[in-house]
């Protein structure tokens, strides 16, 4: 074999070797008009999955969805009423740490309306507190931003998120707008001075964290609140 040859060989090999090693493309799936999430898999029964797992269901379950459907319609009285009569008892579950309850209600009610933005808010805070899913969770937090019906905290809840995942530098104009959307949230003012304090801005950090001494009351806000005064040397704490 010539050294030629040889050479070809081995670029041959090497390149096929790479193309081996590359991740395949991620598989998208359409969950609403006009909306596409990467499909994941999740651990545990189906129903409690978010999106319901992805899983191409039988027809008897289709049928079994449109049952309840229909008998949600007449008990609520339209698509509407009996979504939010749903998401407002997923929000209930998340409140109680009960993630059982609350995967469930946001899946009972993506049947109803899939293209509002809740839907992907709720899941997208339990791919992250639940499943520890962060990048799912950005991607769900994406959309739901885009969707309509969204929520005055969603800011927050996502740049809760993004600092979490230790995306100060993005998670900071996420939570700048939080505290426009929702000025009374201490909680929101307490992560914009953790973020801001990590992105080397003490001043801006100790402001956002008087701020959120004022409006705060849980224990564990009051901490991160201390705690900020002290690491920006916050004037008169």
């Not at 074999?1 to 050479?7: G, N």
Request: charged share 20%; aromatic share 10%.
């Amino acid at each position: 074999m010539t050294p030629r040859i040889v050479a070809l060989t081995a670029f041959a090999i090497s390149v096929a070797t790479c193309l081996s090693l590359a991740p395949a493309t991620a598989e998208t799936v359409e969950v609403a008009p006009g909306v596409s999430v990467t499909k994941r898999s999740f651990e545990g029964p189906v129903g409690e999955a978010p999106l319901f797992g992805f899983v191409e269901k039988s027809p008897m379950l289709r049928q079994a969805d449109d049952i309840f459907v229909s008998i949600a319609i007449q008990v609520y009285g339209s698509r509407g009423k009996a979504f939010e009569a749903l998401v407002k008892r997923g929000w209930a579950g998340l409140d109680a740490d009960d993630f059982t309850e609350a995967k469930t209600r946001f899946n009972q009610a993506w049947l109803f309306l899939p293209e509002q933005s809740q839907i992907f808010h709720g899941f997208g805070i339990i791919a992250y507190t639940h499943f520890y899913d962060r990048v799912f969770a950005d991607e769900l937090f994406r959309i739901a931003l885009k969707q309509p019906g969204a929520l005055a905290n969603l800011n927050a809840d996502y740049g809760h998120m993004l600092l979490a995942a230790n995306r100060s530098s993005e998670a900071e104009p996420v939570l700048e707008q939080a505290i426009k959307d929702t000025p009374e949230a201490g909680d929101a003012w307490t992560d914009l001075g953790l973020a801001r304090l990590r992105n080397h801005n003490p001043a801006g950090a100790c402001l956002a964290a008087d701020q959120a001494d004022k409006l705060a009351h849980a224990v564990h806000a009051h901490t991160s609140i201390r705690w900020i005064w002290c690491e920006a040397k916050c004037s008169g704490h």
